[in-house]
């Protein structure tokens, strides 16, 4: 059964750091494309960031966490993460992450990931950017 949980959220001030970690079970995570997302009350569901499968290698981030957020993963583990430094009031959201049948058009370095695209996701784990 494919399962993918968040953890690592929390409250965190504005400039602070968090890692996020999505750990994958009943697929092994560097066969298929995982992606980032996130949803603040009242706005669609973004995808901020992807990593595509270990064959081809490409992260994508949205320019709004460019420069500041990097996704990973650990293949032992078979974790991704989302390292997200200088945080800012406007990154406060659920954030989840999902995974997609492998493609090359799940997760380019130019158009990210479509959230339609992904067919499983985690429950989600709440980032509060706030002083």
């Known amino acids: 059964q494919v399962q993918l949980v968040e953890s690592g959220g929390g409250l965190v001030q504005p400039g602070g750091s968090l890692r996020l970690s999505c750990a994958v079970s009943?697929?092994?995570?560097?066969?298929?494309?995982i992606g980032w997302f996130r949803q603040a009350p009242g706005k669609e569901r973004e995808a901020i960031s992807c990593?595509?499968?270990?064959?081809?290698?490409?992260?994508y981030y949205a320019d709004s966490v460019k420069g500041r957020f990097t996704i990973s993963r650990d293949n032992a583990k078979n974790t991704v993460y989302l390292q997200m430094n200088n945080l800012k009031p406007e990154d406060t959201a659920v954030y989840y992450c999902a995974t997609a049948p492998d493609s090359p058009l799940h997760c380019t370095s130019e158009n990210g990931a479509v959230r339609y695209d992904y067919d499983r996701w985690g429950q989600g784990t709440q980032v509060t950017v706030s002083s």
């Open positions: 009943g697929f092994t995570s560097y066969n298929r494309p």
């Open positions: 990593i595509s499968s270990s064959m081809t290698g490409i992260t």
